[in-house]
């Protein structure tokens, strides 16, 4: 397959839009991390992201919407599903709720389930992209299954060059991390951290979220190994052994990268797969890291980091 590189002026959206319209995969920027898109209503199309990614399909799709008034088309929200729709949409949250009848997307997005997890990103292009192509968009990460997620178009290219259609360079993502998954199907839980912490969706509900059930996919992200470099990853480093590549946070001596040199966790949260990317291309035997506070968006950077370093 013969892969464009697409500017993102209006033109270049406009031409990503078509390649959806056609059946094609694209992948493009979002707040979080470059997604791969695709026609979530075309069985086919979705089929490719699928091959494109080499990923299992039990594991089911985050469909991308313009608005909450999209999303209601197919899926159905409770209470506290419509809470956090308002208060965080458009962000990097995605919404797991009762699949709606009728609704027209393909069973592959939802691996079967009768639930489907929606969000509304914030980035104007991925707005602009939503709004030109009309309809509703699969887009899991646009890397191979179980790697490192893109935060680049360049990360896009390095993984999926000659695989997809084409691929909208918009640069660096804001947030760097995937958007963290609520599921409204029952007792609002937490399915995945991510780029909102979970205090500000405990606050909006005014309840602690409820654990997922250990085992159960129902949502992307929560295999557990996932996000991994070529090395296997050490965790809780607090110096570098022989063959190592070191990523330190905070004040930490000896790092060969750092996530935050002042401790800055969101900053740790936008910088944490591009350094991932950076420790992969120095073919290092091992990758360690330092301890990251589980507090805040430590959380999801933990969460990650766990995934990564998991037996594969």
């Not at 979530?40 to 799709?61: C, E, T, Y």
Request: proline content about 8%; glycine content about 10%; overall charge negative.
């Amino acid at each position: 397959m013969q892969t464009v590189l697409i500017p993102s002026s209006q033109d270049g959206i406009t031409q990503a839009a078509n390649i959806l319209a056609e059946g094609g995969l694209c992948a493009f920027p979002t707040e979080t991390v470059y997604g791969l898109g695709a026609d979530a209503r075309n069985d086919s199309a979705v089929a490719n992201i699928f091959a494109a990614k080499g990923r299992p399909q039990f594991n089911p799709l985050i469909v991308h919407v313009a608005s909450l008034e999209h999303a209601e088309k197919y899926g159905e929200f409770d209470t506290n599903a419509r809470a956090l729709a308002q208060a965080f949409w458009p962000g990097p949250l995605t919404i797991v709720v009762p699949l709606r009848a009728n609704s027209g997307l393909s069973d592959l997005v939802t691996a079967g389930l009768g639930s489907v997890g929606l969000r509304v990103p914030a980035t104007p292009l991925a707005q602009n992209l939503l709004h030109q192509f009309d309809g509703p968009i699969a887009a899991p990460s646009a890397n191979p299954s179980g790697k490192i997620s893109p935060t680049t178009a360049d990360h896009v290219v390095d993984g999926l060059w000659g695989k997809i259609d084409g691929i909208v360079n918009g640069g660096p993502c804001d947030v760097g991390l995937e958007s963290t998954i609520v599921g409204c199907t029952a007792a609002p839980t937490l399915l995945r951290a991510g780029g909102l912490p979970t205090e500000a969706l405990e606050a909006c509900l005014s309840q602690l979220l409820a654990a997922p059930i250990n085992g159960e996919i129902t949502a992307p992200g929560q295999l557990l190994s996932h996000y991994a470099p070529n090395a296997p990853v050490r965790l809780n480093a607090t110096a570098k052994r022989e063959g190592e590549v070191f990523i330190g946070f905070g004040a930490i001596e000896g790092a060969d990268l750092n996530l935050s040199p002042s401790g800055d966790l969101h900053e740790a949260a936008t910088n944490l797969f591009r350094i991932l990317h950076e420790a992969n291309a120095m073919n290092a035997d091992t990758i360690c890291v330092a301890p990251i506070p589980e507090i805040g968006l430590g959380v999801a950077i933990n969460d990650r980091l766990r995934r990564a370093a998991a037996p594969r």
